[in-house]
């Protein structure tokens, strides 16, 4: 089975410093995809970026990117010049290879930027 | 594009009673759809996938005759919670996707108390 674990319950940064959210995961795949999704405290879930197994390049969208480690089996979210709209819980997500291929979700990150 | 509306965003029903929350899928045709459960500070944890046309299917632990699924066409999946009762309010999520090779486009949440 698959298993996604984010160790940092909560997170704390000043405006404009970098933040690095932590992954791990845990599967015996070798083709697999990884998500990291933003839900503020609206609750809508917003996805931010995705790297699958094979991609040899670190993913990047913008602020985001994705500190992708195989072998390590970690994809830290990296996001640069932090803003107090980035205060949120982040998810990081696994999609299983198998049968209807759902996502697998870690318990989340609270992040909260300070002005 | 991909844009996924929930109906209603939040309701309060009376303890004893069943209430219909609604997952559209406005600008594809998802053929599958997945419903998730949040409870507060918690992570997603996914209740059932259901396929069009097809009966769905439920994770283990979660009642098929209390959460009645139905996946009637390619661009709406309904959830019934069926005798609700407190225990039940919670945040319910839809996702929904083209295809096995589509990330999941989520909806806005639908808030859910029971008194």
């Known amino acids: 089975a698959q298993k996604i674990t984010q160790t940092q319950p909560g997170m704390f940064v000043q405006e404009k410093e970098a933040v690095t959210l932590d992954c791990t995961y845990d599967?015996?795949?070798?083709?697999?995809?990884l998500f990291w999704y933003k839900q503020p405290s609206s609750g809508e879930m917003i996805f931010l970026i995705y790297?699958?197994?094979?991609?040899?390049q670190n993913a990047t969208e913008g602020r985001y990117s994705l500190n992708f480690q195989k072998a390590r089996k970690s994809a830290n979210l990296v996001i640069s010049a932090s803003q107090l709209g980035d205060s949120a819980m982040y998810f990081c997500?696994?999609?299983?290879?198998?049968?209807?291929?759902?996502?697998?979700f870690g318990q989340g990150t609270r992040l909260t930027i300070n002005p | 594009g991909a844009v996924v509306s929930q109906h209603p965003s939040w309701v309060i029903c009376k303890s004893g009673t069943s209430v219909k929350i609604e997952c559209r899928s406005l600008?594809?045709?998802?053929?599958?759809m997945f419903w998730y459960r949040q409870f507060p500070k918690q992570s997603l944890m996914l209740m059932a996938t259901?396929?069009?046309?097809?009966?769905?299917?439920?994770e283990q632990g979660v009642e098929k005759d209390k959460f009645l699924i139905n996946h009637a066409s390619l661009t709406l999946s309904t959830l019934t919670v069926t005798s609700a009762h407190p225990e039940d309010s919670s945040f319910y999520i839809c996702?929904?996707?083209?295809?096995?090779?589509?990330?999941?486009?989520f909806g806005p949440g639908t808030r859910l108390t029971v008194t």
């Open positions: 599967t015996s795949d070798q083709s697999y995809g």
């Open positions: 997500a696994m999609r299983d290879t198998q049968g209807a291929q759902k996502l697998v």
């Open positions: 790297q699958g197994s094979y991609d040899e």
């Open positions: 259901s396929n069009e046309g097809s009966k769905a299917t439920y």
């Open positions: 600008d594809f045709q998802a053929t599958t």
């Open positions: 996702s929904a996707r083209k295809d096995a090779y589509y990330e999941q486009y």
